[in-house]
């Protein structure tokens, strides 16, 4: 059975940084990416960034960009995003996501391509 827990969520203003953390119940050569998504209220789920756990590519969304950083570090089987800069506009809950079989890569933000999810960790940009 494959868990996802995430971490460091939170309440800052404007400007400042958090580190997320996804932690997995297995290697991270049990999958072949691990992805973050993000959904504000009444929105749609969005693909924030993705990694290849293989060779570490990475992948992030426009609106992300030059501001996070997603990285893994396999020896505690966990992928981090280190989000600088955070905009309002940021706010919403954060969800890990692991997928098994190998991603069409132009698809990394497709939730559908993703296997198993954690449960979401809040975070909260507000002055």
């Known amino acids: 059975q494959v868990q996802l827990v995430e971490s460091g969520g939170g309440l800052v203003p404007p400007g400042e940084s958090l580190r997320l953390a996804c932690a997995a119940s297995?290697?991270?050569?049990?999958?072949?990416?691990i992805g973050w998504f993000r959904q504000a209220p009444g929105k749609e789920r969005e693909g924030v960034s993705s990694?290849?756990?293989?060779?570490?590519?990475?992948y992030y969304a426009d609106s992300v960009k030059g501001r996070f950083t997603i990285y893994r570090d396999s020896a505690k089987n966990t992928v981090y995003l280190q989000m600088n800069t955070l905009k309002y506009e940021d706010t919403a809950v954060y969800s890990c996501?692991?997928?098994?079989?190998?991603?069409?890569?132009?698809?990394?933000?497709?939730?559908?391509?993703?296997?198993?999810w954690g449960p979401g960790t809040q975070v909260t940009v507000s002055s």
């Open positions: 990694i290849n756990t293989l060779d570490g590519s990475t």
């Open positions: 996501a692991a997928a098994i079989a190998p991603l069409l890569w132009r698809l990394w933000r497709s939730p559908s391509e993703y296997d198993y």
């Open positions: 297995k290697s991270l050569s049990n999958y072949h990416a």
